[in-house]
């Protein structure tokens, strides 16, 4: 079974700056961050494939950056002007095949999530 282990979760204050993690025990076309703050849904985050071929959604793009290091199957989120509406528990996500959306139903394996607050 694939193991994703996400590290890098904190507090910041608001405009700070944090990274996030996420090392997958094999290789994964697809991975992605999601989050879920308390009382919403799942929202798709960035996602990357192998191919770095990217993709995020609107209320990041600008300031958080997704990269992955294939060799060492993990990808990364800088998360840059942070604002206190980025709380939530962050989760990666991966699956293999062919292609890569932001939609948490194709994704196959997930990680245990990692907190990440941003205080005002």
């Known amino acids: 079974q694939v193991q994703l282990v996400e590290s890098g979760g904190g507090s910041v204050q608001d405009g700070g700056s944090l990274t996030i993690s996420c090392s997958a025990s094999?290789?994964?076309?697809?991975m992605a961050w999601f989050r879920q703050a308390p009382g919403t849904e799942r929202e798709g985050v960035a996602y990357i494939t192998t191919g770095r071929s990217t993709s995020y959604v609107d209320s990041v793009k600008g300031r958080f950056t997704i990269s992955r290091d294939n060799a060492k199957n993990t990808i990364y989120l800088q998360m840059n002007s942070l604002r206190p509406e980025d709380t939530a528990m962050y989760y990666c996500a991966a699956r293999t095949g062919g292609y890569c959306q932001m939609n948490p139903n194709i994704f196959t394996e997930w990680g245990q999530g990692t907190q990440v607050t941003v205080s005002s």
């Open positions: 094999e290789d994964m076309y697809c």
